[in-house]
């Protein structure tokens, strides 16, 4: 049993690249927003700099992606609002348990967030199309939906192996 674990631990580089490269595309974003905004804004009250039209409808898709994503990253750093009120009353045991069950859970919201969410995309989101940009197909506004869902299956899987880890092996978690 060590052997498989071991032999599963050496994709963590995998999981490593794939939480920077989302926390970068989340920065990139975040400093596109700012960008923009400022634009549109500084544009309203400054005669030469441009408000474009499609700023808001940019800017609130822009922030669609980056909610999400920094969802799915929160997942790998144990981030997320848990209660944990009862966790120093309960057997260490019992709490990794309930761990793996919550897990389970949203290891399934994040399968439906990538089915429904990759339909909704290519079905309603392929038929309309941005107000203010009417070459730009609404698909980019419903795929954020099951990006983050596969964000959220690779960090998930990668708590789960190391609740399993701790459960079979004893170790404890990286």
């Not at 698909?139 to 789960?160: D, K, N, S, T």
Request: proline residues 4%; charged residues 15%; glycine residues 4%.
């Amino acid at each position: 049993m060590v052997k498989v674990f071991n032999a599963v631990e050496r994709i963590r580089p995998f999981y490593d690249m794939v939480y920077k490269a989302v926390l970068l595309l989340c920065k990139i974003l975040l400093i596109t927003d700012i960008l923009i905004t400022t634009m549109a804004v500084a544009g309203r009250f400054i005669s030469f700099i441009p408000d474009p039209s499609w700023s808001e409808e940019v800017v609130l898709t822009l922030m669609a992606y980056m909610a999400v994503l920094s969802a799915a990253l929160a997942i790998r750093k144990r981030a997320h609002i848990r209660m944990t009120a009862f966790d120093d009353y309960l057997p260490k045991r019992l709490v990794i348990y309930l761990d793996i069950i919550s897990d389970i859970f949203v290891l399934i919201l994040a399968l439906v967030m990538v089915f429904v969410g990759w339909k909704y995309a290519v079905t309603i989101g392929s038929k309309g199309t941005y107000v203010s940009m009417p070459n730009l197909s609404r698909f980019w506004m419903y795929f954020p939906i099951p990006l983050a869902g596969f964000g959220m299956i690779v960090f998930q899987l990668e708590i789960l192996f190391s609740h399993f880890k701790k459960v079979l092996v004893g170790e404890s978690e990286n």
